[in-house]
T-cell receptor, first 115, second 113 residues
Framework: AQSVTQPDIHITVSEGASLELRCNYS??????LFWYVQSPGQGLQLLLK??????LVQGIKGFEAEFKRSQSSFNLRKPSVHWSDAAEYFC?????????????FGTGTRLTIIP | DTGVSQNPRHKITKRGQNVTFRCDPI?????LYWYRQTLGQGPEFLTY????????KSRLLSDRFSAERPKGSFSTLEIQRTEQGDSAMYLC???????????FGPGTRLTVT
């Protein structure tokens, strides 16, 4: 069974500082990996995805993530955060074969930005 | 707006009542997914459809829950005899097919009193 661990429940960073959110996954083959962001009371917006190829993927809003197979990790990074980045961030893993297309999400990391 | 839409956005009901939620996916997306999200947790998969066929159901989907997608377009999720534990955000997502990302709607927040 696939699973995702986001070890940090809550992270606080200063505006302009760099950010790294951790994600570890468990899956028996090469997974599909995603980062979504959720603002309070809202649905999920896709930040970026990894399916194959280049292990460093670029997303929207200046975010990037790196897939490291040896560490089963897919950490999200941003070089300089903005106050508008405050939200809940979810890492998700998906299977690559037909009939098992559900996403399995981590419990999320809440990001607070201080001025 | 051509994104995934869900109605209603909020629903308050009394325990024991039935409720139905609707999801309209992005046009021409043949996959449609339902997830449930409780406070402080990530979304949990409930079920998904390819066109009108329901291909997978989670063990979370008890026999009080039923989902349909009769014409392969919009979908409904019905909960019968609601319980307080059903209080959650119900999220719908759609996808153009296998190997593509899922696009989420704004969700329906259910409160069972």
């Amino acid at each position: 069974a696939q699973s995702v661990t986001q070890p940090d429940i809550h992270i606080t960073v200063s505006e302009g500082a760099s950010l790294e959110l951790r994600c570890n996954y468990s899956y028996g083959a090469t997974p599909y990996l995603f980062w979504y962001v959720q603002s309070p009371g809202q649905g999920l917006q896709l930040l970026l995805k990894y399916f194959s190829g280049d292990t460093l993927v670029q997303g929207i809003k200046g975010f990037e993530a790196e897939f490291k197979r040896s560490q089963s990790s897919f950490n999200l990074r941003k070089p300089s955060v903005h106050w508008s980045d405050a939200a809940e961030y979810f890492c998700a893993v998906g299977a690559q074969f037909f009939g098992n297309e559900k996403l399995t999400f981590g419990t999320g990391t809440r990001l607070t930005i201080i001025p | 707006d051509t994104g995934v839409s869900q109605n209603p956005r909020h629903k308050i009901t009394k325990r024991g009542q039935n409720v139905t939620f609707r999801c309209d996916p992005i046009s021409e997306h043949n996959r449609l997914y339902w997830y449930r999200q409780t406070l402080g947790q990530g979304p949990e998969f409930l079920t998904y459809f390819q066109n009108e066929a329901q291909l997978e159901k989670s063990r979370l989907l008890s026999d009080r829950f039923s989902a349909e997608r009769p014409k392969g377009s919009f979908s409904t999720l019905e909960i019968q005899r609601t319980e307080q534990g059903d209080s959650a955000m119900y999220l719908c997502a759609s996808s153009p097919g296998q190997g593509h990302e899922q696009y989420f709607g704004p969700g329906t927040r259910l409160t069972v009193t």
